[in-house]
């Protein structure tokens, strides 16, 4: 170990990425982020043990009460292929919905996105349709 290590880990909790800092901050995709910070970060063996932690595909078929899943197929962080259609079509009480563009924050509308958001009223109308309908 070095000096500037042994100054990290008092300063830094996580001090173990630090090394990797350089790499961290060249990449250039979020999949090269992921790989350097993401899966370093939260202990992950390997990007694809995150990425499969991550993903809901095996974790749909469990959901027990409705749930609606909304987003656009031009996300870039869960890009439309990405997306497990299949699986949410499995589960009877998974309602997906896919935009073809949209956010990723929320389907912030206007200028000033400080009103309801396209999000807010499909939800709302989505527990209204449940609350009625069971």
């Not at 070095?2 to 990425?17: E, R």
């Not at 990007?47 to 009460?65: F, N, Q, T």
């Not at 997306?83 to 949410?88: F, Y």
């Not at 563009?101 to 958001?117: A, M, Q, S, Y």
């Amino acid at each position: 170990e070095n000096i500037s290590s042994l100054l990290a880990g008092c300063c830094f909790p996580n001090a173990d990425i630090v090394p990797y800092l350089n790499s961290v901050l060249q990449a250039r995709t979020v999949r090269e982020f992921d790989k350097q910070f993401t899966s370093v970060m939260f202990g992950y063996p390997t990007i694809d043990d995150y990425y499969e932690d991550a993903s809901p595909c095996r974790k749909l078929k469990s959901v027990g009460i409705p749930v609606l899943c909304l987003n656009s197929v031009d996300d870039v962080f869960s890009p439309g292929h990405a997306i497990p259609v299949e699986a949410a079509k499995q589960n009877a009480n998974v309602a997906l919905v896919l935009t073809s563009c949209g956010g990723h924050i929320g389907f912030l509308e206007g200028i000033w996105p400080r009103k309801c958001t396209y999000m807010d009223r499909v939800f709302k109308q989505f527990v209204q349709a449940i609350f009625e309908h069971g």
